[in-house]
């Protein structure tokens, strides 16, 4: 089997959720390739360095490399390490996570192009991304989709006569955090009974503003600070609904586990998100930065449950078809 290293945010503190390149990396190593890893630096330039050394290292060693690409500061180490991957002739792998990716291609196509025209390919989790290259004028973009392992989730049918929210991601601004306060305020307000609860770690000192915010609302919610997977998805038997408040995005896990767990899920219609939820088929698709519309679509669901089940089943047929043992085939074709 080939030898790959992969390059991510392959941290493991109280900051990070479990990243892509942890879930990828493990199901890989399972079906018998060799895996490489970097970065676990905390430091971001120590986490830069770490990252060149891995390519350099083991240049003679790996087939390929995998590199982890958002739109923020880490698009500056794709920039470097595929720089680094084309003067060593490496064949290197952009996987595309950014949501706001479609931007970094306008405003930065030189660089845009130094990292991407040269991949030997580049992989798009989501219809998004794909069409959004595509219209850039990459044709050397893939559709490989977020996995999961669906046995692994449980389906359960949400008895909607009580409002338990369930919001799942690391505090950043973002994802926009402070709406699904916003949220629950709203229902107070309107003499709606509701539960919140916030799950994930501080990524950039969101959390304090956030639980701040709530306090100065007078809103009670249950902040839980970063859970494994494990717990938070023992932890979302006790909740209803599911809300995804955030501005940008591409194709979240943690919204497809809420689809497999049978939370109907409310999102904002941002970035890759009606391509994962089909709106009133799959779930409800808001306008962003609109807590009116949430608390709308949060009313429609509870006013008509039959149509709240119908979702949640349609959203599950939709996941099940994102199980690793459908989409590790397209990577065994990318990886040969």
């Known amino acids: 089997m080939k030898k790959i290293l992969y390059i991510g945010n392959n941290l493991n503190n109280k900051k990070a959720n479990t990243s892509a390149i942890q879930v990828l990396g493990a199901l890989l190593e399972k079906e018998g390739y060799t895996l490489y890893y970097a970065s676990s630096k905390t430091n971001k330039v120590l986490r830069l360095l770490d990252m060149v050394k891995a390519c350099v290292r083991l240049s003679k060693k790996v087939d390929y490399v995998l590199i982890d690409t958002y739109s923020t500061t880490n698009f500056y180490y794709a920039l470097v390490v595929s720089q680094i991957c084309n003067f060593l002739k490496l064949k290197y792998i952009p996987i595309l996570h950014g949501g706001n990716l479609p931007s970094r291609l306008e405003s930065s196509p030189f660089l845009s192009e130094l990292i991407f025209k040269n991949a030997h390919n580049n992989i798009s989790p989501s219809l998004y991304l794909l069409e959004a290259f595509k219209n850039a004028g990459y044709n050397n973009v893939e559709f490989i989709p977020n996995t999961i392992e669906i046995e692994k989730y449980a389906f359960k049918k949400r008895n909607l006569e009580t409002i338990d929210l369930l919001w799942v991601r690391s505090f950043s601004k973002i994802y926009n955090p402070s709406l699904a306060i916003k949220v629950l305020k709203g229902l ?36 839980t600070g970063k859970l494994t997977k494990e717990e938070w998805i023992r932890l979302s038997e006790n909740y209803t609904l599911f809300l995804n408040t955030t501005n940008f995005d591409n194709m979240p896990v943690s919204v497809i586990e809420a689809m497999a767990l049978g939370l109907p899920v409310i999102s904002t219609n941002v970035g890759g998100m009606p391509f994962l939820i089909k709106h009133k088929e799959e779930g409800l698709l808001v306008e962003k930065e609109n807590t009116a519309s ?14 709240a089940e119908r979702m949640a089943n349609n959203a599950r047929k939709k996941v099940e078809t994102l199980d690793w043992e459908n989409v590790k085939h397209k990577w065994f074709k990318v990886l040969v």
Request: some cysteine; overall charge negative.
């Open 188 to 223: 107070k307000e309107e003499g709606v009974s509701a539960t919140l609860c916030m799950v994930g770690p501080d990524s950039d000192g969101t959390f304090q503003e956030v639980k701040q915010y709530a306090e100065e609302l007078h809103v009670d919610v249950l902040f």
């Open 294 to 307: 949430f608390i709308s679509a949060i009313k429609d669901l509870v006013n008509a449950p039959k149509e």
